[in-house]
């Protein structure tokens, strides 16, 4: 997987570590997550919410492929939330930087930075793992890793990436699309349940992802590849 290090690490060039204000989530029962905002008030507390149930998985099988699925998301997010975060404040940083060839040694730097940082923990990452945090990016970022690399790097690399990418069966295009896909579904009920149990820390989606109506639309069992 040497190339999906070299991919990834790029990722992580970008300058350091931004703060993001959420709303933490509230947990009542065990299976049922609650979405929505919460208003303070001088007496009881009261709020708004929408119950929203896990997915349905009919067999032993479908729930340890799900418990695999869950490992891998938990494993990855935090080098997605890293994306988000250092996108951020590099763009505040090259704001103060007029020159095109400063801006170049800068993100070239930052990259050098990170990739004797991650190279360790990119190392262990497994091929199907790279195409969840290839997605779990532009989620958090908005921008799929080809675009990203096109932006700040060059259309060139980002040609050269993308075609490389494909002799691993993995593509730097791919986005998240819960809508669409019922594994990105999966992956985005795990991580409301991953910050209602705080096993991560929460970070909006660069986009908005409506949970319940994702739900009524992939009631069904998990399918197998």
């Known amino acids: 997987m040497k190339f999906l ?75 997605a939330k890293l994306a988000a975060d250092t996108l951020v404040e590099l763009n505040k940083k090259l704001a103060d930087i007029s020159k095109k060839r400063h801006r170049k040694k800068y993100i070239k730097s930052m990259q050098k930075y990170f990739e004797e940082r991650f190279t360790p923990e990119l190392k262990k990452m497994k091929r199907s793992e790279g195409r969840i945090l290839i997605k779990l990016i532009h989620r958090q970022t908005g921008s799929t890793m080809y675009e990203l690399i096109k932006e700040y790097r060059s259309g060139l690399k980002a040609f050269i990436y993308e075609r490389t990418a494909r002799l691993f069966k993995i593509s730097l295009k791919d986005t998240f699309r819960p809508e669409e896909e019922y594994q990105d579904y999966l992956i985005e009920y795990i991580l409301y349940e991953s910050v209602l149990n705080d096993r991560i820390k929460p970070q909006p989606a660069a986009f908005d992802i409506d949970l319940l109506k994702l739900r009524k639309k992939w009631e069904v069992p998990l399918k197998k590849k």
């Not at 708004?48 to 492929?65: G, H, T, W």
């Open 5 to 79: 290090l070299l991919v990834l690490t790029f990722c992580f060039g970008w300058g350091t570590y931004a703060q993001n204000d959420s709303i933490p989530l509230k947990k009542e029962q065990e299976e049922f997550i609650f979405v929505g905002d919460s208003v303070a008030y001088t007496a009881i507390p009261l709020e708004e919410f929408v119950i929203v149930k896990p997915p349905r998985l009919k067999d032993a099988e479908n729930y340890r492929r799900y418990l695999i699925l869950k490992r891998k998301v938990k494993k990855v997010y935090p080098y």
